[in-house]
């Protein structure tokens, strides 16, 4: 065979790899919101919902970058919306409890008051 009659060996891979879009890269912040709403809902009794949350949508809301939100900081923003609003409301439950409850809770903190120091 003639030289060039030979093909070019790796034009082939070359070819392949114009043609080939370079991979998507995942957005750091869509993956952070996402971590973030459900570490909201994991924190809902600790009382750590309401920051972890806000988080959560300031993160998805920065993952945008001019364009839409991908599916990943969309679940992300809801997650943490849902957290955020399940934590106000426990938080709201537990207040109203306390200060319904709190002469009760008074006169009980009295006799284990009086009940310790008659012990003494």
């Keep these: 065979m003639y030289n060039d009659q030979q093909p070019n060996p790796g034009s082939w891979q ?4 114009r ?4 991979p998507k890269r995942g957005n750091a912040f869509s993956s952070a919101s996402m971590t973030a709403g459900t570490l909201s809902l994991f924190f809902l009794v600790s009382g750590l919902s309401f920051p972890v949350g806000a988080l959560g949508i300031l993160f998805a809301l920065l993952s945008r970058k001019g364009d839409k939100m991908d599916s990943q900081a969309r679940l992300g923003c809801i997650l943490s919306s849902i957290g955020l609003c399940l934590g106000i409301a426990i938080f709201i439950y537990a207040a109203v409890t306390v200060y319904q409850n709190f002469p009760e809770f008074i006169q009980q903190y009295q006799q284990f008051y009086e009940m310790y120091q008659g012990g003494m």
Excluded: H
């Excluded at 043609?19 to 370079?22: I, Q, R």
């Design 14 to 17: 070359e070819e392949e790899q």
């Design 19 to 22: 043609m080939t879009p370079p």
